[in-house]
């Protein structure tokens, strides 16, 4: 079993519709979640953490964690065609262990 | 700049040659992590460093893969003996403390092997 897993193929989306990610992880204390975005040649950037149990929003993203389901999500409301990008999930493990493990991404098309 | 600085930004090599890649990173920051991405998927965990010590080398594939950090700033991936399947960009990232990870990342390094 991958420590984090986005399973979901490319999600394309109207501009100005939601778009959804989830990814699961595998190890069941893990204390930290993110969402890194990479456009295509570049190298990921962070856009959102969270750390505990329900929704956590900054402007037209909110990620949502359930530690008890061991899954994350990412909303895009409002999205835009410079969303257009493939997202990353990444989880640290329990404490001592600092170690980032990403999934391999989703990739989102907003379509104009 | 006040980024991550990856070098060199590509890389064309024969196998059986030896790469060194150097990463220096955003002044200040402690923690210090390599991964390697290949097409389509994730970065791959390869180790990190807090200040010149290794923390955590589990990700490193095989021996032939070494990484230093003697300062406590600047670091060198080195690989030897390389073969096809190290072609990757290799991503450098730093973060002010270890147990964050919110980590800020270079433009990476993309290494071929012919």
């Known amino acids: 079993q991958k420590e984090v897993e986005q399973n979901s193929g490319p999600l394309s989306v109207p501009e100005g519709a939601i778009a959804s990610l989830n990814c699961t992880y595998s190890?069941?204390?893990?204390?930290?979640f993110f969402w890194y975005r990479q456009y295509s040649g570049k190298s990921p950037e962070l856009i959102m953490s969270?750390?505990?149990?329900g929704d956590k929003e900054d402007g037209r993203f909110t990620a949502q964690l359930n530690k008890a389901s061991q899954y994350v999500s990412l909303l895009i409301r409002d999205s835009q065609p410079s969303d257009s990008a493939t997202y990353l999930c990444?989880?640290?493990?329990?404490?001592?262990?600092?170690?980032?493990?990403f999934g391999k991404g989703n990739q989102v098309v907003v379509i104009p | 700049g006040a980024g991550v600085s990856q070098t060199p930004s590509n890389k064309v090599t024969e196998k059986g040659k030896y790469v060194e890649l150097r990463c220096d990173p955003i002044?200040?920051?402690?923690?210090l992590y390599w991964y390697r991405q290949s097409l389509g998927q994730g970065p791959e965990f390869l180790i990190y460093?807090?200040?010149?010590?290794?923390?955590?080398d589990s990700g490193l594939p095989n021996d032939r893969f070494f990484a230093v950090r003697p300062e406590g700033s600047v670091s060198t991936l080195k690989i030897q003996r390389t073969e096809r399947g190290d072609s990757a960009v290799y991503l450098c990232?730093?973060?002010?403390?270890?147990?964050?990870?919110?980590?800020?990342f270079g433009e990476g390094s993309r290494l071929t092997v012919l």
């Open positions: 990232a730093s973060s002010f403390a270890m147990d964050t990870g919110e980590l800020f």
């Open positions: 190890d069941r204390v893990s204390q930290s």
């Open positions: 969270i750390y505990s149990n």
């Open positions: 990444a989880v640290m493990g329990s404490y001592g262990n600092n170690r980032l493990a």
């Open positions: 002044s200040g920051h402690t923690a």
């Open positions: 460093f807090q200040g010149t010590g290794a923390a955590d």
